[in-house]
């Protein structure tokens, strides 16, 4: 069955409603929109979760986009990187897809998991990594109903991975940043053991052209942008300890599943609640 297990609400999520944003077609109020509201399908797995597949229309300048949600609030699933890709794709580093393509245009694929529409054949179908799962399509006035009615809010991802590094016993050095351009230079350091990173005091950040201090009550994190020179750690001003770069793009799945930061997170897709 799907949807069977709950995730609690985690760190990613904000602790203030959301501010509603526009669907795709607006109030429906011209025939244009209302044939976009008409073409959008809605799936579901009939206990009470439901995904949104709003498709692209070239006519009207309108992209295509993904919601998912409990048909009262439904979020804004984000769109991949490559424009050669629909809103169906998203990504989901918490389910790996091994049979995936590694770069398709700059995008590894294995990572991302995806739902599938027919709509001649009125089928839904849902792709978390390997985990396949059929759902239902809402027939269409019922589906009209529950989107005019539902409120659409932003996605509940507040930060995503800027740095990971690991020192030579294998401490991991973790830094994340604010999802959105306006809180981009919101970071966040987290030291541990792989599975029980524990978040850092800040007491201040500099960020430059040369690189990023992340200076906390323990010590200090340096990551330099000139690859001659290896990030450190400085703790207290004594002790030196030299940190190895672990590339965040290939290691999506431990950041998000073995790490320890992201634990019972909700990343508003419609994998959530698998």
Known sequence: MLFQRTLPVAVLLS????AAVEPPWGKAENLGQRMHLEATAVCTDGRGH????????GTDDLEDQLYYGDGKSLVV???????NLSATTF??????????????????????????????????ALRCGERKVALEMVPGAQARELLRKATYVPNPQKFVPH??????????????????????????????????????????VVADS????????????????DRAQKPIWIEKA?????????????????????LGVYTGIRLGTPCDDQ
């Open 91 to 124: 990504l989901d580093p918490r389910f790996f897809n091994p049979g995936g393509t590694p770069d398709y245009d700059g995008v590894d694929l294995r990572v991302h998991s995806q739902l599938n529409v027919d709509t001649k054949e009125r089928t839904c």
């Open 238 to 258: 004594r002790k030196e300890v030299e940190l190895r770069n672990v590339p965040v793009e290939q290691n999506l799945p431990l950041i998000y599943n073995e």
């Open 210 to 225: 040369e690189g990023e201090i992340f200076t906390t009550k323990k010590g200090q994190l340096r990551l330099v942008i």
């Open 163 to 204: 740095a990971l590094l690991r020192d030579s016993e294998g401490t991991y050095y973790y830094v994340d940043k604010g999802s959105s351009a306006a809180e981009s230079r919101n970071f966040r350091v987290f030291i541990g053991p792989r599975g029980d990173l524990k978040p850092q005091k800040m007491t201040n």
């Open 50 to 57: 439901y995904v949104v597949s709003v498709p692209r229309e």
């Open 15 to 18: 602790a203030t409603p959301a």
């Open 77 to 83: 699933v984000p769109r991949p990187r490559s424009r």
